[in-house]
Nanobody, 126 residues
Framework: QVQLVESGGGLVQAGGSLRLSCVAS????????MGWFRQAPGKEHEFVAA????????AYADSVKGRFTISRDNAKNTVYLQMNSLAPEDTAAYYC???????????????????WGQGTQVTVSS
């Protein structure tokens, strides 16, 4: 059974940093394109960042560009999201997702991702 397990969320003050991790099991994700999404209360899922299978290509939402960094360690089947300069509007549940294939394009479309984690909560206080 495919599993994506996120960790690293928590409560942080505005301006602080957190690093989220997503560990994949049940299949080898080293050839998988991966992404992070977030959902704030009462809002739709929002694309945050994506990374291709090798880690050489990345894409970000404008709202996080320059503050967040997505990376991966294929030997550990893990994808990371380093979040710096956090602001209250970054408060949300953050979800890791896998596309289920080594796609060459990077996409922000939620329906393009086949596997999803349960999410980890990030709360930024002002």
């Amino acid at each position: 059974q495919v599993q994506l397990v996120e960790s690293g969320g928590g409560l942080v003050q505005a301006g602080g940093s957190l690093r989220l991790s997503c560990v994949a099991s049940g299949r080898t994700f080293s050839s998988d394109a991966m992404g992070w999404f977030r959902q704030a209360p009462g809002k739709e899922h929002e694309f945050v960042a994506a990374i291709n299978w090798s880690g050489r290509r990345t894409a970000y939402a404008d709202s996080v560009k320059g503050r967040f960094t997505i990376s991966r360690d294929n030997a550990k089947n893990t994808v990371y999201l380093q979040m710096n300069s956090l602001a209250p509007e970054d408060t949300a549940a953050y979800y890791c997702a896998a596309r289920g294939g080594s796609y060459s394009d990077l996409t922000s479309q939620r329906y393009e991702y086949r596997y999803w984690g349960q999410g980890t909560q990030v709360t930024v206080s002002s």
